[in-house]
Nanobody, 127 residues
Framework: QVQLVESGGGSVQAGGSLRLSCAAS????????MGWFRQAPGKEREGVAT????????YYADSVKGRFTISLDKAKNTLYLQMNSLKPEDAAMYYC????????????????????WGQGTQVTVSS
């Protein structure tokens, strides 16, 4: 059973930065796609960025391209999301997620495709 624990959320002003972390444990030998999703009140959960857990190409939602960076520290089994130039519309609960994969292509897809979720970490951006 995969466990995911997020940290690093908080409150920032528009234009500021935050780095989210997701500590992963309980992996088997199955390959996984890992990523970040977010959900604002009254909105559907949306994908932000994904990456293959063995490293490789990362994928981003258009709304965050050029501002957010997803990365892995395989030695620490930790996924990160560096968020720069934050906007009020980035405010949401951010979730770390994982799904098994048969390829190294980890397109974001929809949240329904992901098997494992963290508890979420809140990001607030004030204008």
């Amino acid at each position: 059973q995969v466990q995911l624990v997020e940290s690093g959320g908080g409150s920032v002003q528009a234009g500021g930065s935050l780095r989210l972390s997701c500590a992963a444990s309980g992996y088997t030998y199955s390959p996984y796609c890992m990523g970040w999703f977010r959900q604002a009140p009254g909105k559907e959960r949306e994908g932000v960025a994904t990456i293959y857990f063995g490293g490789g190409i990362s994928y981003y939602a258009d709304s965050v391209k050029g501002r957010f960076t997803i990365s892995l520290d395989k030695a620490k089994n930790t996924l990160y999301l560096q968020m720069n130039s934050l906007k009020p519309e980035d405010a949401a609960m951010y979730y770390c997620a994982a799904r098994r994969t048969r390829t190294t292509q980890c397109n974001i897809g929809t949240w329904r495709e992901y098997n494992y979720w963290g508890q979420g970490t809140q990001v607030t951006v004030s204008s």
